[in-house]
């Protein structure tokens, strides 16, 4: 639940704080701090002395949780995105 305020908490000052013409910067911004958090997240993994035993014996079943909302989101996401982004860029969309 903390998450979730604090993700409106975020999303309400970027839509009435942060001016325009600094979108540009927070997509930066963004793209380190992601980037950032995966090499932690590595750094973190990769210090457990029994990872590589651990990851195998994860199994299967690890990988269906991973793979198969991965493959939904390109999925659902591209076809979309395609739709949307044609009509804005043709100016033709649902009024």
């Given at each position: ?39 932690s ?10 990872f ?44």
């Amino acid at each position: 639940m903390d998450v979730i305020v604090i993700m409106c908490i975020g999303v309400l000052a970027g839509k009435f704080l942060l001016p325009r013409n600094l979108n540009r910067w927070n997509q930066i911004l963004q793209v380190v701090c992601t980037l950032f958090l995966i090499f932690s997240m590595g750094v973190l993994l990769g210090s457990r002395e029994n990872f590589l035993e651990e990851l195998s014996t994860l199994g299967i079943q690890s990988v269906i949780f991973f793979l198969l909302p991965s493959v939904g989101s390109v999925l659902l996401v591209y076809p979309l995105t395609r739709r949307f982004l044609e009509n804005k860029k043709t100016g033709k969309g649902r009024k």
